[in-house]
């Protein structure tokens, strides 16, 4: 069979468009799939194509730096410097192959993240629904949707249920659109077309089933796909101040270099060619080239780390704002507790009952409270409630290890298993009673309601939902077989004592209705529905959720509880969580009556939001943010999409959320875990530290380098280091130890500080201090040293190799400094915690005592091999700056106490 082609898939009859992709309402089979899905390919749209490999490397030397070098290169040409305009050469080019492996190594460290978030889809294969990988969707597989999905291929919808759609990114209409069957005009534009779905809209309502027509680039996704492919970037707003920064900075010391050129050549009277050599080796010296790879390179392994603990981060700037988040919102379902329910009590008019076992375990017992194990056959009204729980509930039971397994929502699941404790034989009770209709479960309205038929003619409406939505459309009671008028008061106080336990409360209802019902509407529910009783389950906090709110909490981050489960439910929780201010929890209602300036004032004091629905989550970042915490908020349902958006850090459940909630958030948690999230912080701040230190380590080497340059033109010496033996300091030290403090863990104490302040410049105050000392310490032992060896007669090459090595190992000793801010680096962890930084001062001892003794470096570099004496002197010079850094930090901690 030929991929059918057609541009009018819109404007088909239905019969015609199922048989032009060979398929029917029962969906596909397996063998089908597979054989469509070897023929067509994957449903996927090609990788915006990468820039070449030789375009990457050419980049590289768009570069001031680069530029300067290549002038001296071709000046020491002109002037007969053979050795040095090699040696420029072969530095600018091992740079840039450098910087070519680095990039690419982030670049793809960032695509492997992206891959993690596979996209599913629910498809009907040899006659069931089945979830399966987008990437698989073959043409004529019949899909279903709902909302928060994303459309994963073009669909030609055969059934809908209010569905209604958001297609801006592929019409610009930014409003929903309604979707139904039925063929319409064929001249009509993509966004006409009522009974297409295109790949890449948002359900935003409603439910639809249909066929997939196109598959990947067929779409007409992929078709305009060319506007939407980006090849990602490594920037973040830091990294494009980081570079702005870098650019003046380079500015600003081409300008001192033209002023020490002129300084050189008036007042010292130098010669031209060797002041211009200064001036290069100044330029060298002074300018941090290595700074923005590091930097990159230290995001690219934070947003890794984050990853192996189940954060993906999907907007890159997130990483930098997590360090800064000073309040955290929460649901509590699945993300502060486990989502594991477990039916514990069941209340109705005249019994209240307790249920056994744990877990879906179908073992257990339902007893009164006296203990006696109740039997089905003797009690109908509780057959009747618990029929209620099996209908209205879209479980699957699946065979398990251990009989059954329930597979779906897992309170759902739980009110299945509690069936099968009763005896109720569930089965039987699904074949009898087919479905005809469904309201699904929306936050909104907190409750689910399904229509459904027996054998014999007979219709019923079962109910669920949360107690409150359901007494207000509850007149009557059910009273063992009898009915009698609605008890509210007693509901309200049964409902409270659950609550109060941390129970989560679903109450259900049922009436029975005429056969002419055929379909299910909201005002259905308006009349005739008996309240039947209450069912508590427990959901325990997890307990790695415990540990991370008190870290959160010792971290000066505040969290905030926002649920849509009962006020009572959520400050149980709450305590068990060891949140603060339970007591004082809000509920929706309550939320609603506030004026803006009113929550402003309430929303720092009260940490628990309880009845919420989606558009308070949005009402309360705002009033977050207006009084100036930095938020992350977690979302699943399609409507927090604009939270998550509005929020400084959107995170998305990976598990329970929708499309649509990813696709508006800037990070996802796999495993919708609240731990997750306090780790998350952890490395983005992490993340910030290792970029501080990278700049506190980079910066004052650059600085000694520049000074001792200037100080020799100033007082009219020779250079310590030549213009050549800089480019090999920066080269060797750039991809040995700066490295290594991308790969810096956190620091112990990084969740016991508070939240860094948003507006927090990069180089404070604090940063400045310490490189203007560590640059004066490095340069008074290279220059020193230099000075003293030409004043013992040294000759010039030797005192050289000696201010070089001096400097190296100044930069080694001080790299451990540089592992923390101000907690002391002299303790075992201090020097041995960090492997890469063993590996890197290992790998640059080497490659000193090659520049030191091997011929071809000596000729290359002009270096004399050294003896122990200069070792030895060296050694004593530079472990000078750990023990003044080390006293530096001593002096600061005990005056700023931290
Ligand atoms: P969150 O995850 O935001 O902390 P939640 O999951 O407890 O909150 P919702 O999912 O909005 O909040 O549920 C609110 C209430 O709606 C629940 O307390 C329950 O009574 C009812 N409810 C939840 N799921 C269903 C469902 N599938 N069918 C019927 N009622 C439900």
């Known amino acids: 069979m030929a991929v059918p082609e057609s541009d009018y898939w819109h404007a088909l009859p239905e019969s015609e468009v199922l048989s032009k992709v060979e398929s029917s309402e029962?969906?596909?089979?397996?063998?089908?799939?597979?054989?469509?899905?070897?023929?067509?390919?994957?449903?996927?749209?090609?990788?915006?194509?990468?820039?070449?490999?030789?375009?990457?490397?050419?980049?590289?030397?768009?570069?001031?730096?680069?530029?300067?070098?290549?002038?001296?290169?071709?000046?020491?040409?002109?002037?007969?410097?053979?050795?040095?305009?090699?040696?420029?050469?072969?530095?600018?080019?091992?740079?840039?192959?450098?910087?070519?492996?680095?990039?690419?190594?982030?670049?793809?460290?960032?695509?492997?993240?992206?891959?993690?978030?596979?996209?599913?889809?629910?498809?009907?294969?040899?006659?069931?629904?089945?979830?399966?990988?987008a990437d698989e969707l073959v043409l004529g597989d019949w899909v279903r949707l709902q909302p928060g999905d994303k459309v994963p291929a073009d669909i030609r919808l055969f059934r809908t249920h209010n569905l209604q759609c958001d297609e801006a990114l592929l019409t610009g209409e930014s409003l929903p659109v309604d979707k139904h069957p039925g063929f319409v005009a064929r001249e009509l534009s993509l966004g006409d077309r009522t009974c297409m779905l295109y790949s890449g809209a948002l359900i935003t309502r409603g439910q639809g089933e249909g066929v997939v027509v196109a598959t990947g680039e067929a779409t007409e996704l992929g078709r305009i796909s060319a506007l939407l492919k980006s090849v990602s970037t490594l920037i973040t707003p830091l990294l494009r101040q980081l570079e702005q920064f870098a650019r003046w900075l380079t500015v600003g010391i081409l300008a001192l270099a033209l002023v020490m050129f002129v300084f050189g050549w008036v007042v010292r009277e130098y010669g031209i060619l060797d002041l211009f050599l200064a001036a290069v080796g100044l330029a060298v010296a002074a300018i941090p080239e290595g700074l923005p790879a590091i930097m990159t390179i230290t995001l690219a392994i934070g947003v890794q780390h984050m990853a192996r603990r189940e954060a993906i981060i999907r907007r890159l700037p997130a990483v930098e704002t997590l360090g800064s988040v000073t309040v955290i919102c929460s649901d509590k379902t699945g993300t502060l507790t486990r989502n594991e329910m477990t039916a514990r009590a069941l209340v109705t008019r005249q019994h209240l009952i307790e249920i056994t076992g744990s877990g879906y375990d179908l073992h257990g017992v339902v007893q009164s409270a006296a203990g006696i194990e109740l039997e089905l056959e003797s009690e109908p009204w509780l057959g009747k409630l618990l029929r209620v729980g099996v209908l209205c509930n879209d479980t699957v039971m699946l065979p398990g290890a251990e009989g059954k397994a329930p597979q779906g929502d897992p309170m759902e699941a739980a009110l299945m298993v509690l069936a099968y404790k009763s005896g109720l034989d569930v089965g039987l009770e699904l074949q009898e009673w087919q479905r005809l209709d469904l309201i699904p479960f929306e936050s909104q309205h907190r409750l689910m309601a399904t229509l459904e038929h027996n054998h014999s003619g007979q219709r019923q409406i079962s109910v669920k939902g949360a107690p409150e939505s359901l007494l207000d459309l509850c007149t009557r009671q059910a009273i063992g077989e009898q009915t009698e008028p609605l008890n509210r008061e007693y509901w309200e106080e049964q409902l409270e004592l659950l609550a109060c336990q941390g129970m989560r409360v679903l109450a259900v209802a049922h009436s029975e209705v005429s056969e002419l019902v055929t379909s299910l509407h909201h005002e259905d529910l308006q009349q005739g529905l008996v309240f039947l009783g209450l069912i508590g389950f427990i959901d325990p906090p997890r307990s790695e959720a415990i540990h991370a709110v008190r870290l959160c909490q010792q971290a000066g981050i505040s969290v905030k509880m926002i649920t849509g489960d009962h006020l009572e439910t959520a400050k149980a929780i709450g305590r068990m969580l060891g949140m603060s201010h339970c007591e004082a929890a809000l509920s929706g209602s309550e939320l609603e009556a506030l004026s803006p300036e009113e929550l402003q004032l309430k929303v720092q004091q009260v940490d628990i939001f309880a009845r919420t629905s989606p558009e308070h989550k949005?009402?309360?970042?705002?009033?977050?943010?207006?009084?100036?915490?930095?938020?992350?908020?977690?979302?699943?349902?399609?409507?927090?999409?604009?939270?998550?958006?509005?929020?400084?850090?959107?995170?998305?459940?990976?598990?329970?959320?929708?499309?649509?909630?990813?696709?508006?958030?800037?990070?996802?948690?796999?495993?919708?875990?609240?731990?997750?999230?306090?780790?998350?912080?952890?490395?983005?701040?992490?993340?910030?530290?290792?970029?501080?230190?990278?700049?506190?380590?980079?910066?004052?080497?650059?600085?000694?380098?520049?000074?001792?340059?200037?100080?020799?033109?100033?007082?009219?010496?020779?250079?310590?280091?030549?213009?050549?033996?800089?480019?090999?300091?920066?080269?060797?030290?750039?991809?040995?130890?700066?490295?290594?403090?991308?790969?810096?863990?956190?620091?112990?104490?990084?969740?016991?500080?508070?939240?860094?302040?948003?507006?927090?410049?990069?180089?404070?105050?604090?940063?400045?201090?310490?490189?203007?000392?560590?640059?004066?310490?490095?340069?008074?032992?290279?220059?020193?040293?230099?000075?003293?060896?030409r004043i013992e007669g040294a000759e010039i090459e030797l005192a050289r190799t000696v201010a070089v090595n001096t400097l190296v190992t100044f930069e080694i000793f001080y790299l451990f400094n540089a592992r923390y801010f101000l907690q002391c680096s002299l303790s075992y962890q201090g020097f041995f915690e960090n492997r890469y930084a063993l590996l890197a001062c290992g790998l640059l001892i080497l490659l000193q005592l090659l520049f030191t003794y091997s011929l071809p470096m000596q000729q290359m570099f002009d270096t004399r091999p050294l003896d122990w004496v200069d070792w030895g002197r060296i050694l004593i010079i530079t472990s000078s700056v750990l023990w003044l850094v080390e006293l530096e930090k001593a002096l600061l901690r005990h005056f700023f106490k931290n």
Not at 626 to 648: C, F, I, Q, S, Y
Not at 673 to 701: C, M, W
Not at 769 to 779: A, G, H, K, M, Q
């Open 618 to 789: 949005l009402r309360l970042v705002e009033a977050l943010q207006a009084k100036g915490e930095v938020v992350a908020m977690t979302g699943d349902g399609v409507n927090d999409a604009p939270a998550l958006k509005r929020a400084d850090v959107g995170i998305a459940m990976g598990i329970k959320g929708t499309e649509v909630t990813k696709e508006a958030a800037e990070m996802v948690l796999t495993d919708d875990n609240f731990a997750s999230i306090e780790h998350a912080i952890e490395q983005g701040r992490t993340v910030y530290d290792n970029l501080k230190k990278a700049i506190l380590f980079i910066l004052p080497t650059n600085g000694a380098q520049a000074l001792s340059i200037m100080a020799a033109v100033v007082l009219g010496r020779q250079l310590p280091i030549t213009p050549v033996q800089i480019l090999w300091v920066n080269m060797v030290t750039a991809v040995t130890l700066a490295l290594a403090l991308a790969f810096e863990p956190s620091e112990s104490k990084i969740m016991e500080r508070p939240p860094r302040p948003a507006q927090e410049p990069l180089l404070s105050g604090f940063l400045l201090w310490r490189i203007l000392l560590v640059s004066i310490i490095l340069v008074s032992g290279t220059f020193g040293l230099f000075v003293w060896y």
């Open 26 to 133: 029962l969906g596909l089979s397996e063998s089908q799939a597979s054989e469509r899905l070897q023929r067509d390919g994957y449903n996927r749209l090609n990788p915006a194509s990468k820039r070449p490999w030789l375009l990457r490397f050419a980049q590289q030397f768009h570069n001031l730096l680069i530029y300067v070098l290549l002038v001296a290169a071709i000046v020491t040409s002109i002037v007969g410097h053979w050795v040095d305009t090699s040696v420029i050469i072969a530095v600018v080019v091992i740079n840039a192959l450098i910087g070519v492996v680095q990039e690419g190594k982030a670049e793809k460290a960032l695509e492997a993240i992206r891959d993690m978030l596979s996209h599913q889809a629910m498809a009907k294969r040899d006659g069931s629904f089945n979830s399966i990988n």
